[in-house]
């Protein structure tokens, strides 16, 4: 190996405890509360459980589980079996939901909508996002459903093609909208494969461009256009893209049946209920 791949092997093996340690500084006092007061047991150090003066004798390694579907990201060949991927967590939303009358409206009278929403992710400029969006779906001749999020989006004059929410459970949404774009967060992904329709991937910044990459390479998705870059003659052909590609469309609807097909949650539970029955 040279140099320089063994310099990047070694800041990819300490990056697993960069994240181990910034996840348990985030979640350390909920879980270190539980123990102290509901199983009345010591709480963990300050740098998490893997720094146990005395840690418990363990009939089998502790089991590591991966909240996405291998037909996204296939199992790594030098994983253990201890290391689990699940598939998708989903919490199914929509069971109780009640969509609101405008909202199931628009979406019935007229051609099928695209999603845009970009979750919790921020901007400086709401105003110049918004027309960006407004501009690549003049484009396009879109009907689209816009999510406001964090980023602020609608702040402006908006067009009968266009619909602005606050808050819509995805997993209604998304099977009714014939492709999203979004910024690539990990759950929005989720529910935009689940749904079987391209996506298309505005990353911000963390593991958000990963995933468009990813996206890309299972052709459900056009390449993603990070956040610097964008503008409406790239968001408008990103668009044109993923709504006119047939394989590319084909490749969402097929990749979406497999997720569908998984039940993270109940496979996370039984990894789980298997494990403590060991201890």
Do not use: C
């Amino acid at each position: 190996m040279s140099e320089r791949n063994s310099f990047k092997a070694s800041l990819n093996y300490l990056s697993y405890f960069l994240i181990e340690f910034l996840s348990w500084r985030d979640k350390s006092k909920i879980i270190n509360d539980f123990r102290t007061q509901v199983l009345g047991v010591p709480p963990l150090p300050f740098l998490g459980a893997r720094y146990r003066k005395n840690p418990p004798k363990q009939l089998s390694p502790l089991p590591v589980l991966y909240s996405f579907s291998s037909y996204v990201i296939p199992k790594p060949v030098d994983w253990g079996a201890s290391q689990h991927i699940t598939g998708y967590w989903f919490l199914n939303e929509d069971e109780n939901y009640q969509p609101p009358e405008k909202l199931v409206n628009f979406i019935n009278n007229g051609s099928t909508p695209i999603f845009i929403g970009f979750g919790s992710m921020t901007t400086r400029d709401p105003k110049d996002l918004t027309n960006i969006v407004l501009s690549a779906l003049e484009k396009t001749k879109q009907r689209a459903v816009l999510l406001s999020g964090w980023a602020g989006l609608g702040q402006t004059e908006l067009h009968d093609n266009v619909h602005i929410v606050d808050y819509v459970p995805f997993e209604w949404l998304f099977p009714k909208m014939k492709a999203v774009v979004h910024h690539g967060g990990s759950g929005t992904t989720a529910y935009g494969l689940r749904a079987g329709i391209p996506n298309v991937i505005v990353p911000f910044f963390a593991d958000q461009p990963a995933w468009g990459e990813r996206l890309a390479q299972l052709g459900v998705s056009p390449k993603s256009i990070p956040k610097k870059e964008l503008d409406a003659d790239k968001l408008a052909e990103a668009i044109n893209i993923a709504i006119s590609n047939e394989q590319l469309r084909d490749n969402a609807g097929y990749l979406g049946e497999k997720i569908r097909s998984e039940n993270g949650l109940i496979e996370a539970v039984n990894i789980i209920k298997s494990y403590l029955k060991q201890s």
